[in-house]
């Protein structure tokens, strides 16, 4: 399935589901990024409802693990299986929450940038020091 990305000043491209599980499967436990972070990490400035639409209908929700990707300020969003379902699976990672806001969320948020080679797409995890190298985009880590 793949959906259509209309956000305002974005040009109508199709967000492909199978880019945005690629990335999730990168996401490790005790870490959380958000709905944005994964649009532009994709090349779909903008399409943050449709990487939730996608995501909400994950039939694979132990390998593609969905209830890692957040709102921009660290609320927990939606979840298909409920927020209060997401909320506890986020706590078993140690992930800790004031009210329903992560505590240290800069901390634990992994932001990412597409290194991409014609229809290759590769993630890789680099220190949030390290400079990108011109033409080439890596994942960016926050440290904890």
């Not at 890692?68 to 927990?76: E, I, P, S, Y």
């Not at 590769?122 to 960016?140: D, L, M």
Request: some cysteine; overall charge positive; proline content about 4%.
């Amino acid at each position: 399935m793949a959906l259509v990305n209309n956000a305002p000043g974005t040009s109508n491209r199709i967000v492909r589901k199978e880019e945005v599980y690629e990335l999730l499967r990168v996401i490790p436990a005790g870490r959380v990024s958000t709905y944005g972070d994964i649009a532009r990490a994709i090349g779909h400035e903008g399409a943050s409802r449709a990487i939730g639409a996608i995501l909400n209908r994950n039939p694979y929700p132990i390998v593609v693990p969905c209830h890692r990707v957040v709102m921009w300020n660290g609320r927990l969003g939606g979840y298909a299986n409920g927020v209060a379902r997401k909320k506890e699976l986020l706590m078993k990672e140690g992930i800790i929450f004031n009210d329903d806001i992560i505590v240290d969320f800069r901390n634990r948020r992994m932001s990412f940038q597409k290194r991409s080679y014609a229809n290759n797409h590769e993630f890789s995890a680099k220190k949030p020091s390290e400079k990108r190298k011109k033409g080439k985009f890596k994942k960016i880590v926050n440290s904890y």
